[in-house]
């Protein structure tokens, strides 16, 4: 652990000053819930509950289908209204749950009860943290019981806990942290007892000294884990680039971390294991941010899966007195959603909600110009990619190039050649176009090859 940062990169302006010292507030939602069917990478949930069911905080309403599924979580008590299709936050119609909440908010279990987990199995540590429903809440949904279970886990090494928050104006996990670092440490040792042979590592940006300051303070005398101050850069809280600083290794194109002995979770679904874990409670709440230059008070919020955004804009004032709501983004401007209405539910990636008074990538649209060949784009990705090339390649409709001679489906789509480009170029919209249209192939190949 001799580096703090990783190859490339880029540090746009931060915007963390609209709520880095805002404390965690408990928001409880008024209004109905409405629960996507699928908040997680792999096979979509499916509803075990129907229309005038009763339903209780902490109770299963969508199971988990196959291996890479996970479980949805009521997390309000109330009668079921309809199982229907509503917008989401990507914009597509999905299957939902919706709930009338009773605002009674009447627990399935008491999850204020310790338990006592000292001899507790492997098995049983990960069939907990599978029944709670938790997922990657860092932004990829990946299942929690799935990334926890790999073949080789006595080959594991590393397990880093991402504190990076890189994201531009998104502070909930440095709330997180500085607010629950005791429960956050202890949620680490629970995964370590996951992996015999490795050691933990809480790997946190600089711009958070309180936040690593209590976590140092929370693993102090903890054998096997140890805090990693990295240098503030973005997006130094990639797995790729994480894995590159604190063990020193790459992974292969298509491989996982666990491919070269390493686990990356983020700090808020490590806080989750420690709840479903020693509480058994399921994953029905989160933290989450609203910020930017356009909202009247932002906030750092635990908030229930399900509450609609607009309501929790609502609770935060609304719209700044004198400014004019331009442009919505779930999430940070980087990796962020852009939204064309806050009437849709948060989810368990739900880690913020950003609202700006000015449209910076409209702004880009009119200065767009023809790519200058300036190499700009390569120097930061921090892929060691050439975002130029791809581009052209996409252009031409040479979609083999793309992904077998150019690497494009290693692009993490992080933004930070679009953010470099001189040229005003939209890069990374470019490669997400790239990859939906591959994987559309590939489908349809497999479709066809399937028929025959």
Known sequence: MAKDTFRGGVHPPEHKDFSRDVPLKVYETRGEL?????????????????????????????????????????????????????????????????VENDGQFTPEADYTLR?????????????????????????????????????????????????????PYLTCDDQLMR???????????????????????????????????????????????????????????????????????????????????CIVSNAGTVYAVQKAVVYKEPLYRRAMTVTGDAVAVPSNLIVRTGTMLSEILEVCGGIKEGRTLVKALAGGPMMGTALSSLDVPTQKVSNGLTLLGEDAVETAQKQMSACLHCGRCATVCPSGL??????????????????????GLECIECGSCTYICPAKRPLMQTFKRAKGEITQKKREAQAAGGAK
């Open 115 to 167: 338990d006592d987990i000292s001899e507790i199995s492997r098995e049983e540590i990960l069939s907990r943290i599978r029944n709670a429903g938790i997922v990657g809440m860092g932004g990829a949904g990946f299942p929690a019981h799935v990334k926890f279970a790999p073949n080789n886990y006595m080959d594991v090494r590393w397990v880093i806990v991402n504190g990076a928050e890189c994201e």
């Open 386 to 407: 050439v975002p130029q090339l791809m581009a052209e390649a996409f252009e031409k409709n040479d979609l083999d190039r793309y992904e077998n001679k150019l690497y």
């Open 34 to 98: 409405v629960f996507p069917l699928s908040q997680h990478i792999g096979a979509p949930a499916a509803a075990v509950v129907k229309k005038n069911d009763q339903v209780k905080v902490g109770q299963i309403i969508g199971e988990a289908q196959g291996f890479v599924s996970a479980n949805i979580i009521c997390s309000c008590s109330g009668t079921v209204k309809a199982v229907e299709k509503r917008r989401t936050i990507s914009g597509a119609m999905m299957d939902c749950i919706v």
């Open 179 to 261: 607010t629950c670092a005791e429960d956050i440490v202890e949620g680490l040792q629970i995964i370590l007892r996951l992996f015999p042979n490795a050691r933990g590592v809480l790997a946190i940006e600089k711009n958070k000294p309180e936040a690593i300051a209590a976590m140092e303070a929370a693993a102090a005398g903890k054998e096997g884990i140890s805090v990693l101050a990295l240098k503030t850069k973005y997006p130094q809280g990639g797995e790729k680039s994480l894995i590159k600083v604190v063990a020193g290794l790459d992974f292969p194109r298509a491989g996982l971390p666990a491919d070269v002995g």
